[in-house]
C-alpha cells in the first residue's frame, strides 16, 4: 500500500513536486506534507454547509409567512429584487460561512472555493442554459410530451447535460490544483460550483419572467437549488475519492452517471409532485411536496457523504498509522 | 549548441504526473456516457415530436395522422380542428375545411371567400401572400395571413398574440381541400415540421 516509488522523477499527485522521497497510497505518490493531509477533514464545509440548510429551512418558513402576511393589493407577483434576493442568500450565506468558520478554527482554505462557484455560474449561463434551451428546446417539448418522456428527458437531457458541466469544472480545472489536496475538497469544491451553478439559474429564471409569485416562485429556487446542491455533492465524493486513489475505470462514470439520474429525477419530481388533486379548496398546484422530497434528498445525500467521508479517512489514517 | 542554449536536457525524462491508465480512460468513459446518453435524450425527443394520433373521417373521405395528445374537434363548420391542448397563449391547431367547387368556381374565389369571413371574425386578419405551387405531384394554391388573437373578455390580463397562419388549398374534382395551420408568431416555424408531417400523411 505505502512504498517508494522507482522512478526518479516522480511527482506528488497534488503539488506536482519532484519528489526525492516518494510515498505511495494506492498508486498514488505523495510528498511528506500532502501524504498527511488527503485523508484530513475539510471542517469548515460541514458546519457551513449545515448552517446554509437551516438557513433554507428558515427561508422556506419566511416564504410561507411572508406570502400570508402581504398586503392583498400587491397581488402574487413581487418585484424581481426579492427573486434575485432569495436565489443569491444561500450562496452568500455559505461562501461566508465557509471563510468565517476556516478563520475560526484556523483552517486555511485557498480562493478555489469562489473559482469554483464563479465557473459554474459562468458555465450555467454560457453553456448549459443556452444549449438545453435555445438548441434542443427541451423546456418546450418537457411541457408538451407524456410523463414518461419527460422523466426520460429531465434524466438523460437536463441531468445528464447539468452533471457532466459540473464534473468538467471539478474533473477538468480543479483535478490539478494543489488547491485540491483532500478528499472532502472534493465535496467542496462540486458544492461550490453547483451552487454558483444553481443560483446563477436562477437569477435568469427570476430576470426572465421580470417577477414571481411570492410563495410558489420561491419555493421552486429553493427547490431548484436543492436539485443541483445534491448533483454536487455526489459527484463532489466520487470525485474526491478518486483523486487520491487509482480507482476502476468505471468509478467516475458511475458517479457521474449516479449524479445525472438523481439531478434528473428531482427535477421531474420537483414539478410532477407539485401537481395535487383539483378540489373546490385546492387549486391542483402545491409547492410543497417537491420541496419537502428536494430537501429532504439533499439532507440524507449530505448526511450519507458526510458520514463515508470521515469513515474513508479515519480507515485511511488508521492504515497509515499502522505502516508508519 | 542549441540545448545548451535553451536549458533543455539532452534526452527527455519520463515524469510520472500521477495520471494512471485508469485516470486516462475513465476520462474518456464519462464523456462517452455522457455523449450516449444526450444522444438517446434526443432521440427520445425526436421519436416523440413525430409520434402521431390516426385520424379518418369516413363521412368527407378523409384521412390523416394529427400528433399525439392534440385534441379533435368535429363540431364546427369544418370537417375537423386539431387543437394542441398545452400550447399558450394561443392554440396551435390544424382545420380541415372542404368547399364545394363547381365548374365556374376558382380557387380563388374559394380564397377571396376565406378572406372575407375571416376579415369579420379575426382582429387586424391580413393575407401576406398567395401563391401556386406543386408538391409531390399535387398543385396546390398556399395563401400565407395573419391576424391578432385577444380574448374578448377585458378582464383577462394577458397582451394580444400576433397569429400566423397558412391555409393550403387542395382541388379534388367538384370539391377543395382547405388545410389550415395557425400558430403563435413566435413558435410558427417551430411548429411547421409537425404540420408538414401532417400534411404529408393526409389521404383523400
Known amino acids: 500500500m505505502t512504498c517508494?516509488?522507482?522512478?526518479?522523477n516522480t511527482r506528488c499527485t497534488v503539488c506536482g513536486q519532484i519528489l526525492a522521497r516518494t510515498l505511495e497510497y494506492k498508486k498514488r505518490y505523495y510528498c511528506d506534507f500532502h501524504y498527511g493531509l488527503f485523508y484530513q477533514n475539510t471542517r469548515p464545509l460541514w458546519r457551513a454547509s449545515i448552517l446554509t440548510f437551516g438557513v433554507l429551512i428558515a427561508m422556506m418558513l419566511g416564504l410561507a409567512i411572508g406570502s400570508q402576511l402581504a398586503p392583498e393589493h400587491l397581488g402574487d407577483a413581487v418585484p424581481p429584487g426579492t427573486g434575485i434576493l432569495v436565489a443569491i442568500l444561500p450562496a452568500l450565506v455559505w461562501l461566508i460561512a465557509l471563510y468565517r468558520v476556516g478563520a475560526r478554527t484556523q483552517f486555511h482554505l485557498s480562493p478555489l472555493p469562489v473559482t469554483m462557484f464563479v465557473l459554474g455560474a459562468l458555465?450555467?449561463?454560457?453553456?448549459?442554459?443556452?444549449?438545453?434551451?435555445?438548441?434542443?428546446?427541451?423546456?418546450?417539448?418537457?411541457?408538451?410530451?407524456?410523463?414518461?418522456?419527460r422523466f426520460m428527458g429531465d434524466i438523460l437531457l437536463n441531468g445528464f447535460t447539468h452533471a457532466f458541466t459540473l464534473y468538467a469544472i471539478i474533473r477538468y480545472i480543479a483535478w490539478d490544483s494543489p488547491a485540491f489536496a483532500r478528499r472532502t475538497d472534493g465535496v467542496m469544491?462540486?458544492?461550490a460550483a453547483s451552487l454558483g451553478y444553481a443560483t446563477l439559474l436562477n437569477i435568469l429564471y427570476v430576470v426572465?419572467?421580470?417577477?414571481?409569485?411570492?410563495?410558489?416562485?420561491?419555493?421552486?429556487?429553493?427547490?431548484?437549488l436543492c436539485t443541483f446542491l445534491t448533483t454536487g455533492l455526489i459527484l463532489g465524493y466520487f470525485v474526491g475519492y478518486n483523486r487520491f486513489e487509482d480507482m476502476p475505470i468505471y468509478h467516475l462514470s458511475l458517479g457521474l452517471a449516479m449524479a445525472a439520474t438523481v439531478n434528473g429525477f428531482l427535477l421531474y419530481a420537483g414539478s410532477a409532485l407539485n401537481s395535487i388533486r383539483l378540489s373546490l379548496t385546492q387549486s391542483g398546484f402545491s409547492p410543497w411536496p417537491g420541496i419537502a422530497l428536494n430537501i429532504g434528498v439533499l439532507i440524507l445525500t449530505f448526511s450519507t457523504i458526510r458520514g463515508l467521508m470521515q469513515r474513508q479517512n479515519a480507515l485511511t489514517q488508521a492504515k497509515l498509522e499502522q505502516i508508519a | 549548441m542549441s540545448q545548451d542554449i535553451w536549458g533543455v536536457d539532452p534526452e527527455p525524462t519520463e515524469i510520472d504526473t500521477g495520471l494512471t491508465q485508469n485516470d486516462r480512460f475513465s476520462a474518456i468513459l464519462a464523456v462517452v456516457l455522457t455523449v450516449a446518453a444526450l444522444g438517446l435524450g434526443l432521440l427520445i425527443k425526436q421519436r416523440s415530436s413525430?409520434?402521431?394520433?390516426?385520424?379518418?373521417?369516413?363521412?368527407a373521405g378523409i384521412s390523416a395522422n394529427y400528433p399525439v395528445g392534440w385534441l379533435v374537434d368535429e363540431r364546427g363548420n369544418y370537417v375537423v380542428r386539431m387543437r394542441d391542448p398545452k400550447a399558450r397563449p394561443f392554440k396551435t391547431q390544424y382545420i380541415i375545411t372542404i368547399v364545394p367547387m363547381g365548374g365556374q368556381?376558382?380557387?380563388?374565389?374559394?380564397?377571396?371567400?376565406?378572406?372575407?369571413?375571416?376579415?369579420t371574425d379575426l382582429p387586424a386578419y391580413r393575407v401576406l401572400?398567395?401563391?401556386?405551387?406543386?408538391?409531390?405531384?399535387?398543385?396546390?394554391?398556399?395563401m400565407n395571413f395573419a391576424f391578432v388573437d385577444a380574448d374578448p373578455n377585458p378582464f383577462i390580463q394577458r397582451l394580444p398574440v400576433a397569429v400566423l397562419g397558412i391555409d393550403i388549398l387542395i382541388r379534388d374534382e367538384d370539391r377543395a381541400i382547405i388545410i389550415t395551420y395557425m400558430s403563435d408568431k413566435q413558435v410558427f416555424e417551430e411548429n411547421r415540421p409537425s404540420f408538414d408531417r401532417f400534411l404529408s400523411s393526409l389521404r383523400y
Open chain 1, 189 to 191: 469544491l462540486a458544492f
Open chain 2, 129 to 142: 401572400s398567395v401563391q401556386e405551387t406543386n408538391s409531390g405531384g399535387v398543385n396546390l394554391t398556399v
Open chain 2, 105 to 119: 368556381t376558382s380557387t380563388r374565389n374559394v380564397l377571396d371567400g376565406l378572406t372575407l369571413q375571416r376579415s
Open chain 1, 208 to 224: 426572465e419572467l421580470g417577477g414571481m409569485t411570492l410563495l410558489n416562485g420561491g419555493l421552486r429556487l429553493i427547490t431548484q
Open chain 1, 123 to 149: 458555465l450555467s449561463a454560457a453553456v448549459t442554459r443556452p444549449f438545453l434551451y435555445n438548441i434542443v428546446n427541451l423546456d418546450i417539448w418537457l411541457g408538451r410530451t407524456t410523463v414518461s418522456n
Open chain 1, 4 to 8: 517508494m516509488s522507482t522512478n526518479p
Open chain 2, 50 to 59: 413525430t409520434d402521431t394520433w390516426p385520424y379518418e373521417s369516413r363521412g
